[in-house]
């Protein structure tokens, strides 16, 4: 099922692919969220890779998700956020008509990392999940902010943000994952190349 809307926002679209003889007890959920730092990429940047997954976990449904972009001075963070838990939301609120159990695994790159990190850490109602995949997602966006890579200039983190770790402290702390971090944590695991700063 394509485009399935889970808000009333045109960006706030899913591609669902459920598998034969599923259930409720046993069909996992995979979430996928795209990369594009906040402000760019979408789903279909996420197809190639549910595509691969389907046929090695040909068990699993999948969900991947769109969400609204930040551009300046519109949908600024945590708009992003949000939009993933409410999709997850959505998901979860669905599980007997879709027939798939309410084991879930969220994975994302880059800003999709991010967000799926936020969403595996802070955001656990109604739903905590099993498991977390970050492909190169930033977790500490003070950091980011302070030591800033040609790809994530301080300007960006600055304009996503509202401002400054000083200027805005609140929001960088509520945007890092490495902030919500505790001994009930999904298991995760960080994917990261070797020569990627």
Avoid: C
């Avoid at 302070?146 to 770790?165: E, H, K, Q, V």
């Amino acid at each position: 099922m394509l485009d399935v809307s889970y808000g009333t926002d045109v960006k706030q679209k899913m591609d669902i692919y459920l598998p034969a003889n599923r259930n409720v007890t046993n069909t996992k959920v995979l979430i996928m969220v795209h990369g594009g730092g906040w402000t760019g990429g979408d789903k279909s940047d996420m197809t190639v890779v549910v595509d691969s997954l389907k046929k090695r976990l040909p068990d699993y449904a999948f969900f991947n998700l769109n969400y609204r972009l930040a551009a300046w001075p519109n949908n600024l963070f945590p708009t992003q956020e949000m939009d993933v838990k409410t999709a997850v939301q959505y998901i979860y609120g669905n599980t007997a008509t879709w027939q798939i159990s309410k084991r879930f695994v969220i994975a994302g790159a880059s800003a999709g990392g991010h967000l799926s990190l936020l969403q595996g850490f802070k955001d656990t109602v109604p739903v905590k999940m099993k498991a977390i995949v970050s492909f190169f997602g930033p977790s500490d966006m003070a950091d980011m902010y302070n030591n800033p890579l040609p790809a994530a200039p301080a300007a960006i983190i600055a304009a996503l943000l509202s401002g400054t770790p000083t200027t805005n402290a609140s929001l960088y702390y509520q945007s890092s994952p490495i902030n919500f971090i505790n001994t009930a944590s999904a298991p995760t695991i960080l994917i990261h190349g070797g020569l990627d700063p």
